[in-house]
């Protein structure tokens, strides 16, 4: 049984800065690219950021290039993302997953093509 384990999410002021963490076990994920997801209150859930297997591509959703960063530490089977320059519009309930197919750059990361998630982890950024 997979799962996923999102950490790290709090209340911060806009500007602030988060280090959120996702913990996967059940499964070994290092042939795999890892992404990470967001859900605001009374939208879908939409894709924030994904990297490849091997960690050398990224891609994110237009809002947040420039201040946010995914990595990995394959080792322990975790993915992070660092957020920067926060802004309540960032404001949501994140969740990360992993991908299905090996050896894949992630590129394509979409939120319908996951059924099993984890708790999420609650980011609020304040005015």
């Known amino acids: 049984q997979v799962q996923l384990v999102e950490s790290g999410g709090g209340l911060v002021q806009a500007g602030g800065s988060l280090r959120l963490s996702c913990v996967v076990s059940?499964?070994?994920?290092?042939?795999?690219?890892m992404g990470w997801f967001r859900q605001a209150p009374g939208k879908e859930r939409e894709f924030v950021a994904s990297?490849?297997?091997?960690?050398?591509?990224?891609y994110y959703t237009d809002s947040v290039k420039g201040r946010f960063t995914i990595s990995r530490d394959n080792a322990k089977n975790t993915v992070y993302l660092q957020m920067n320059s926060l802004k309540p519009e960032d404001t949501a309930v994140y969740y990360c997953?992993?991908?299905?197919?090996?050896?894949?750059?992630?590129?394509?990361?979409?939120?319908?093509?996951?059924?099993?998630w984890g708790q999420g982890t609650l980011v609020t950024v304040s005015s």
């Open positions: 990297i490849s297997w091997s960690g050398g591509s990224t």
């Open positions: 059940g499964r070994t994920v290092r042939r795999y690219a």
């Open positions: 997953n992993a991908g299905k197919k090996p050896f894949s750059n992630g590129s394509n990361f979409n939120a319908r093509d996951f059924e099993v």
